[in-house]
């Protein structure tokens, strides 16, 4: 069954406190990987797309990689604007599957 | 350029009333989805367009959800009549390619639906 797992569902960092945020994914013929970002009350923004292992792709304090099995999302000395909920989608092509998303919080 | 455009940003109903949605996305994005998000939860997708045509409705609850999308470009979401467990958010995406090709889904910020 194609699914998307991410982890932690939540996590809440001093601020400038790195870490990283994990997608797995078990879908057959991935064509593309994608990062959102989601704050309270608004649609998910688009962050970053990945096609295949190795890439990597940055934004700021943001820096996402791309394995066969996984995803990557590490965020260097986060601020507390940096706070929301992160979520990862793959697509096969013809679908789209959502992860449940991982809510960071960042603490000044 | 400009967004993904979603009308109305919240909505209050009653069990057993009808409701609508209206989303207008990015200019010369042929597809079109509407997805439905419960709260903790990801997207859900309810429908996908490609231009005026259905490309995936096979999640849409079609005894009482309905959507269409008029001249390939506007669409609306139609519910009724509506349940407690319809309460959600309902989001609204575009994307210059189907299912991912070469461009991500761009998400409007969505309608609120609450229903008591």
């Known amino acids: 069954e194609d699914q998307v797992t991410q982890s932690p569902e939540a996590l809440r960092l001093q601020e400038g406190e790195s870490s990283s945020l994990n997608c797995s994914y078990t879908?057959?013929?991935?064509?593309?990987l994608f990062w959102y970002r989601q704050d309270p009350g608004k649609g998910p923004e688009f962050l970053f797309t990945l096609y295949s292992a190795g890439e990597e792709k940055e934004k700021e304090r943001l820096k996402a990689t791309l394995t066969k099995k996984e995803s990557f999302l590490h965020i260097t000395a986060p601020k507390p604007e940096d706070s929301a909920t992160y979520l990862c989608?793959?697509?096969?092509?013809?679908?789209?599957?959502f992860g449940t998303g991982t809510s960071l919080t960042v603490i000044p | 350029e400009a967004g993904v455009a979603q009308s109305p940003r919240y909505k209050i109903i009653e069990k057993r009333q009808s409701v609508a949605f209206w989303c207008n996305p990015i200019?010369?994005?042929?597809?079109l989805y509407w997805y439905q998000q419960i709260l903790g939860q990801g997207p859900k997708l309810l429908i996908q367009f490609q231009n005026n045509g259905v490309v995936d409705d096979s999640q849409l609850p079609k005894d009482r959800f309905s959507a269409e999308r008029l001249k390939g470009v506007d669409s609306t979401l139609k519910i009724q009549p509506a349940k407690l467990e319809d309460s959600a958010v309902y989001l609204c995406?575009?994307?210059?390619?189907?299912?991912?090709?070469?461009?991500?889904?761009?998400f409007g910020n969505g309608t609120r639906l609450t229903v008591t």
């Open positions: 879908v057959s013929g991935l064509r593309g």
């Open positions: 989608a793959v697509t096969t092509g013809n679908q789209f599957y």
């Open positions: 995406a575009s994307s210059l390619n189907p299912g991912g090709w070469g461009s991500p889904l761009h």
């Open positions: 200019s010369g994005h042929a597809t």
